[in-house]
């Protein structure tokens, strides 16, 4: 067991500390993880008082978790910087043990919460190019054509897979399962920039 307990109350004035920086750079606090929404209901309250405090915030998730968690979450956040890990339901299961269903029902979910209030939470959709994964045409059609389709996204990230992580996975006695997958070129990552552009998704960036 690592890390320790700590309250919202805390967590706001940690964030304080760096309120200078936030006031010249644009920044803020992203919760990031693991998920933060398996912690609802402590993520709720740290960002209502970073919201108090005119304080930027972030939500950095995959997305999986109930609706109602996700629209409450979106009452208080700045922005959603929102996982896309592959569109395919089956193969997005067998590459991360769950269905994309519920991941996908709440990105729609978030765009229509746009809809109703323009000035609401933004939504950065990030996508990790991996290949052998989900850098097949097929696939990228289809994502784009998915993202495509929605009305209030203000920026999709394509990132694409590097392999930087490997060095922990020792110290935690585990193995790399991507050993044999390599970075993708500069050409994978250009035919996969044009397949979004040629959907209309122009507020495209490559990195985070």
Request: glycine content about 6%; proline content about 6%.
């Amino acid at each position: 067991m690592a890390g320790q307990k700590i309250t919202p109350r805390e967590v706001l004035e940690i964030a304080r500390q760096d309120e200078l920086f936030y006031d010249s750079s644009g920044g803020g606090v992203t919760f990031t993880g693991g998920e933060p929404l398996l912690q609802p209901e402590f993520l709720f309250e740290c960002l209502e008082l970073c919201k108090k405090q005119s304080i930027h915030t972030a939500v950095d998730t995959s997305g999986f978790a109930p609706s109602d968690e996700v629209e409450k979450i979106a009452s208080v956040a700045d922005l959603f910087l929102f996982d896309f890990k592959h569109p395919d339901p089956q193969k997005h299961g067998y590459y991360t043990g769950v269905s994309n269903e519920q991941i996908l029902d709440n990105l729609l979910l978030l765009d229509k919460l746009n809809d109703n209030n323009p000035r609401g939470c933004e939504v950065h959709i990030r996508i990790p190019l991996i290949p052998t994964v989900n850098m097949d045409e097929e696939t990228l059609e289809a994502a784009a054509e998915f993202i495509s389709k929605l009305r209030n996204i203000n920026k999709v990230d394509l990132l694409p897979y590097h392999s930087a992580g490997r060095v922990k996975y020792p110290k935690w006695n585990m193995v790399y399962k991507m050993d044999t997958i390599q970075p993708p070129a500069k050409e994978e990552i250009e035919r996969a920039r044009q397949i979004f552009l040629r959907k209309g998704i122009n507020n495209l960036h490559i990195g985070g």
